[in-house]
């Protein structure tokens, strides 16, 4: 079946550093893939979709392409901040479900 | 009030409790789902209606009873639960196109941090 794998955190970084969160899927057919971010003590808000290959979602200052040919759809950020400290989901659609990812944490330190 | 909105954010109950969780959409959507969000695992769907009609119950017990009266609404009611059902509790919302061929981007709530005792 569909499924995500995300590298496990916690990926720990200082300001200003480069951001990297792997995530790889597995899928039939054409999926949307999305990146959600979750806040400490809140909901899952989405942060950035890719709906078809080569396709560039971005937000925020974060990026991620969808590439087909690697089945990634890896979140990069150049440089972080200690308000981007959170947790990180990245999640696939095919039809009517959403598959996620088991979430990365991210914390920035100043 | 914008978005999806979830009360109450925070719920601590005992076993033989009765309470419900609800859920509001203001996005004119016509899909609604629960979640279940908890420490160390992947989040778990739970429900989900199109069209105020169940179309998934991911073998739920039945100590959690969804409703959803109209395509804006969702409850979430629980009773007897277990120390293990304490999560958060995630409502989320979409639009199903095509005949439910096709379900665009889901919008979440803030979620209920649930506590059972």
């Known amino acids: 079946g569909d499924s995500v794998t995300q590298m496990e955190g916690p990926v720990t970084l200082s300001e200003e550093a480069f951001l990297t969160i792997n995530c790889t899927y597995t899928?039939?057919?054409?999926?949307?893939l999305f990146w959600y971010v979750q806040y400490p003590g809140e909901g899952l808000q989405l942060l950035l979709k890719?709906?078809?290959?080569?396709d560039k979602g971005s937000n925020k200052g974060f990026e991620a392409t969808y590439r087909k040919e690697t089945t990634s759809f890896h979140l990069e950020k150049g440089s972080v901040q200690v308000s981007d400290s959170a947790v990180y989901f990245c999640?696939?659609?095919?039809?009517?479900?959403?598959?996620f990812g088991t979430g990365t944490r991210l914390q920035v330190f100043p | 009030e914008t978005g999806v909105t979830q009360t109450p954010r925070h719920l601590v109950m005992g076993m033989t409790n009765k309470k419900s969780l609800k859920c509001e959409q203001h996005?004119?959507?016509?899909?609604m789902y629960w979640y279940k969000q908890s420490a160390k695992k992947p989040l778990e769907l739970m429900f989900v209606?199109?069209?105020?009609?169940?179309?998934e119950n991911n073998s739920v017990p039945s100590r959690f009873s969804p409703e959803c009266p109209n395509s804006s609404h969702l409850f979430l009611h629980l009773h007897t639960l277990q120390p293990e059902d304490s999560a958060l509790y995630l409502c989320?919302?979409?639009?199903?196109?095509?005949?439910?061929?096709?379900?665009?981007?889901?919008?979440f709530g803030p979620g209920t941090r649930l506590t059972v005792l």
């Open positions: 999640a696939l659609q095919n039809t009517d479900k959403l598959i």
């Open positions: 890719a709906t078809k290959a080569d």
């Open positions: 989320a919302s979409s639009q199903e196109v095509l005949g439910g061929a096709f379900t665009d981007t889901q919008y």
């Open positions: 209606y199109n069209f105020k009609e169940q179309t």
């Open positions: 996005l004119g959507h016509n899909a």
């Open positions: 899928a039939t057919g054409y999926p949307s």
